[in-house]
């Protein structure tokens, strides 16, 4: 299945067929995988398709001369090595005209704001895979299926947020959207009470030590973990979770943990780049957080979108959420109805909502006063857990799980999946 690459579709949008197929979107517009497949990070192509354009590898063949895709005058949005599913975002569009100033947008293109050429590129490149100024097969063919293809379902879409650190949690504003906090081997390691202080907030859990088997983020600087560390922890991590990890660096050490990776064969992880002031309020190419701010209490990073392995797995935005009139009490969970590794599941005392085929909303009705927001896989499928707040644990069952792994997700892989 292939889906549209903007979550707006519009016949307007259809332009020339070339050696791709251009489509006029809105300036700043997402960029959507049309397909599942491995991302990369393109050569750069100054005053052409830009500077920072991704390409995927698509893990079946669609219907044309190839199974590479790239996606030309766009600004990659996430870590070049990620998997996706069709509908996921992996770039964003200019919004700045680069077609009169010879590739002058923001990401070296020459396009106007909003502008994609996609095209069936040469595997693992973002190289067309028939050049030329007129219309070619490859590209009336990317124009036809696209044409054909569906709207899509934005499940995973967040906006640009910015996240907080500190040693001190005291110091972070309570409202804030997201916060990131130490679990080990720091002076400043969280404890459940202080984590407890963002009970609204997105929470990414920093490991220093390269043996910690826990964590989101492996913060790798003086005194932390080396570069050289970095990929075993992140694929001891991925091996424990089934959960994509970040890397935490200086940009000027960026390069050196990159190579590392290279040199362990560990697919790159999720970068969060520090570099203050830097580039400022956006991200470095193939990174989804820049920390852009030090001012003396607390860190500020910029998070440019859905952060995998940190953001759930699809599901609705927080204002979004069912509403409580809008549900309905079940007697239990159906094999087919929810992430239960097929079996029917006892549910007495919850309540879901069917958000769409694909989602599915479970509110865990336990008493409790320990203040976190996430329970347990076990303590929302299982026996009533104790100590929860009430909360909303929505997973995006088909998409996210069934069509990563080709099979239904056994319990270890569903408790990833919500777990933060």
């Known amino acids: ?54 390409y995927e590898v698509l893990d079946e063949d669609i219907g044309g001369p190839s199974i590479g895709v790239y996606y ?37 293109s020459a396009a106007p704001p909003g502008w994609l050429e996609i095209g069936f590129a040469v595997p693992g490149t973002g190289s067309p895979v028939q050049h030329g100024s007129g219309a070619t097969g490859a590209g009336l063919r990317m124009r036809e299926l696209l044409i054909a293809a569906a709207p899509i379902s934005v499940t995973n879409y967040r906006p640009p947020r910015i996240l ?5 949690p005291e110091n972070i504003p309570r409202d804030a959207e997201m916060v990131a906090g130490y679990i080990d081997g720091h002076e400043g390691v969280w404890t459940p009470e202080q984590w407890a202080y963002f009970p609204n907030a997105v929470k990414i859990r920093i490991a220093t030590r390269a043996d910690t088997d826990d964590g989101d983020a492996l913060d790798v600087e003086g005194g932390d973990a080396t570069p050289e560390q970095a990929p075993g922890w992140v694929a001891m991590r991925r091996r424990s979770t089934g959960r994509d990890k970040s890397v935490y660096m200086n940009e000027s050490t960026w390069q050196s943990v990159k190579d590392a990776f290279a040199r362990a064969n560990e697919p790159e992880p999720q970068w969060w780049v520090a570099a203050v002031p830097g580039i400022g309020e956006a991200v470095y190419p193939g990174s989804i957080a820049h920390q852009f701010d030090s001012p003396g209490p607390f860190d500020r990073s910029y998070v440019a979108g859905f952060w995998s392995g940190v953001d759930t ?76 707040h009430p909360l909303w644990v929505v997973v995006e069952v088909i998409a996210a799980l069934h069509a990563r792994f080709g099979r239904q997700p056994t319990q270890a892989e569903i408790e990833a999946a919500i777990d933060h």
């Open 313 to 388: 797995g699809g599901g609705p935005a927080l204002d979004q959420r069912p509403k409580e009139s809008e549900m309905y009490e079940v007697d239990t969970i159906a094999a087919n109805d929810a992430f239960t590794g097929g079996k029917d599941i006892p549910a007495q005392g919850y309540r879901i909502y069917p958000t769409s085929p694909n989602l599915i909303a479970v509110k865990v009705s336990t008493d409790g006063g320990l203040g976190s927001e996430y329970a347990r896989v076990a303590s929302v499928i299982g026996a009533h857990g104790e100590g929860w």
């Open 164 to 168: 907080f650190d500190a040693v001190t």
């Open 72 to 108: 030309g005058h766009t600004e990659i949005r996430i870590a070049p090595g990620t998997h996706v599913n069709a509908g996921d975002v992996i770039a964003v569009t200019n919004v700045t005209n680069g077609e009169l100033d010879n590739g002058a947008s923001e990401n070296g």
């Open 1 to 54: 299945m292939i889906v549209w690459p903007f979550a707006v579709k519009d016949a307007r949008q259809y332009q020339r067929p070339d050696q791709g197929f251009d489509i006029q979107a809105d300036p700043g517009a997402l960029v959507h995988a049309i397909a599942a497949g491995v991302v990369g990070l393109s050569n750069p192509d100054p005053g052409g398709f830009g500077n920072a354009y991704p």
